[in-house]
């Protein structure tokens, strides 16, 4: 079985060299179920994202985790500066997936 947590760490951290970085396998709350793999939350906080918009902040994420994006279902991103996250403090929590049926 491939595995797709460390492979989004690792690339997030040598990419944005975080000052956090929260990757949740959340596919037990989803139709695939926890063994899948198929859905992921990441919380990341980096310098990297200063003066971005969040559509450029996603972009450069996407681009650094193409290769796993094909082998999951969905990814959820939460992206912040340090000052965004000192005033925000957590991402919200992920909603439960409507459908799928689990191929990935």
Not at 34 to 40: G, I, N, R
Not at 66 to 93: C, R
Request: hydrophobic fraction near 40%; proline fraction near 4%.
């Amino acid at each position: 079985m491939s595995q797709i947590k460390p492979m989004i760490e690792n690339a997030l951290k040598s990419a944005f060299r975080p000052k956090l970085l929260d990757v949740k396998d959340e596919s037990y709350m989803h139709a695939a179920g926890a063994d899948a793999q198929s859905h992921f939350k990441v919380t990341i906080v980096s310098d990297e994202f200063e003066g971005k918009r969040l559509i450029q902040r996603h972009r450069s994420v996407n681009r650094v985790l193409a290769e796993v994006l094909g082998q999951i279902h969905a990814l959820a991103l939460h992206t912040y500066t340090e000052k965004e996250w000192q005033a925000q403090g957590q991402a919200p929590d992920s909603p439960h997936c409507m459908g799928g049926g689990g191929s990935v």
